[in-house]
């Protein structure tokens, strides 16, 4: 199911799957005209900032180590498993891409792909049925498995 959040002119979705079917483009209870399309853009996910407050929780559990060893410990712990965990998911962010889709209204929408070589194939996908508005295509895009749906006459599966 698609969540959009953001203000009225700026809005994320989150969705598994989307589909385009000739001129419309549509996920969950959502439906573009795609001759309403005015840029289509990629842009890598900002990172997350460093947790600064890591430190100061490690540096407590350095100075609580000299009073209660055990105290110490967990606390030191608390603030190497909070940098361990904003580590793994700047990784993870660094395969992510958005694709980002505004209408001749204003209106743009922010899609998170979790693969920066599927979403080339997307926005190769997009290109197409951008310049060709006319024409008859039918795409199912699987944004969480990263697949196109059996209707598309592109490769089933980018991460093979």
Avoid at 53 to 63: M, Y
Avoid at 94 to 103: A, D, P, W
Avoid at 107 to 130: A, C, G, H, P, R
Avoid at 137 to 156: A, E, H, M, P, Q
Wanted: no cysteine; net charge neutral.
């Amino acid at each position: 199911m698609a969540r959009l959040d953001g203000g009225s002119t700026a809005q994320r979705v989150e969705t598994d799957f989307l589909y385009i079917e000739d001129n419309i483009m549509k996920w969950s209870d959502t439906i573009i005209q795609i001759s309403n399309i005015s840029l289509v853009s990629t842009a890598n996910i900002s990172s997350r900032p460093f947790p600064i407050l890591s430190i100061l929780l490690l540096l407590i559990g350095v100075g609580v180590m000299k009073l209660a060893i055990l105290a110490g410990i967990v606390i030191l712990s608390a603030g190497i498993v909070w940098i361990v965990i904003w580590n793994q998911q700047v990784e993870k962010e660094k395969e992510m891409q958005l694709l980002r889709i505004s209408l001749n209204s204003g209106i743009t929408y922010t899609i998170v792909f979790n693969s920066k070589k599927f979403l080339s194939e997307v926005f190769k996908q997009m290109t197409d049925l951008i310049s060709k508005p006319l024409s008859s295509r039918n795409l199912t895009i699987d944004i969480k498995d990263s697949t196109f749906g059996d209707n598309s006459s592109v490769v089933r599966n980018m991460n093979q």
